[in-house]
């Protein structure tokens, strides 16, 4: 079936450093979310983005997040700066329009020291 | 805002016994309600989707009523196999393109 793919699979970067994960949508998909997930806890919806704007976001993306798709290319989030607080599991997801139905990808775990 | 309960886990049975994960839900749309199940290592997959209050959902076994009246949405299934073994999520979206909104999650454990 169809497949969203996150890059890199794991990411270790010290705390105050920026960095960007990558996820490559199910071609077609115009939808794209991330969530967060703190290891042994639930999924926590972090965004929504559609015709390159932030539809919806929760509490958890703060200001030092941000998303974007140049180009319909990588859908990606970005941290700058990272906190401890960041360490996670971060879900990317894609769906069609009006289908209702979102496609996971398998996680990037991040870990900031 | 939206919200959803479900069963605290984690939960352990034997293989062929019967399962039951509750679920419950507040808002104040017309939610269609989901369950996921995410195995170790991947991404949560969509188990079924039902939109409409009164449906009933089903896949691989597992069923759901979409019940207004109570505000529920239970997972069942009658004989649970080892493969079963995974987290579901029971989880809720006012609407086809927003983002579901998740439970806690509910660990399953199938001994053989």
């Known amino acids: 079936g169809p497949k969203v793919l996150q890059i890199p699979s794991h990411q270790i970067i010290d705390m105050g450093q920026m960095v960007t994960l990558n996820c490559d949508p199910v071609s077609n998909h115009l939808y794209f979310y991330w969530y967060k997930q703190i290891l042994g806890q639930q999924m926590e919806f972090l965004v929504n983005f559609y015709n390159g704007k932030v539809m919806e976001k929760s509490k958890l993306f703060k200001d030092q997040f941000s998303v974007e798709r140049p180009d319909g290319s990588y859908f990606t989030l970005k941290i700058q700066p990272t906190a401890l607080e960041d360490s996670a599991v971060y879900f990317c997801a894609s769906s069609s329009p009006g289908l209702g139905k979102q496609y996971f990808g398998p996680g990037t775990r991040l870990t900031v020291l | 805002g939206d919200s959803v309960t479900q069963t605290e886990g984690p939960v352990t049975l034997s293989e062929g016994t019967s399962l039951t994960v509750n679920c419950s839900y507040e808002t104040k749309q017309y939610p269609t309600l989901f369950w996921y199940v995410q195995y170790p290592g991947e991404g949560p997959q969509l188990l079924f989707k039902?939109?409409?209050?009164?449906e009933k959902g089903s896949s691989r076994g597992f069923e759901a009523t979409y019940n207004k009246e109570a505000t529920s949405f239970h997972l069942q299934k009658a004989s649970v196999q080892e493969s079963d073994s995974a987290v579901y999520y029971c989880a809720l979206s006012d609407n086809d393109n927003n983002a579901p909104r998740f439970g806690a999650g509910t660990k399953l454990t199938v001994k053989p």
């Open positions: 039902v939109p409409k209050a009164n």
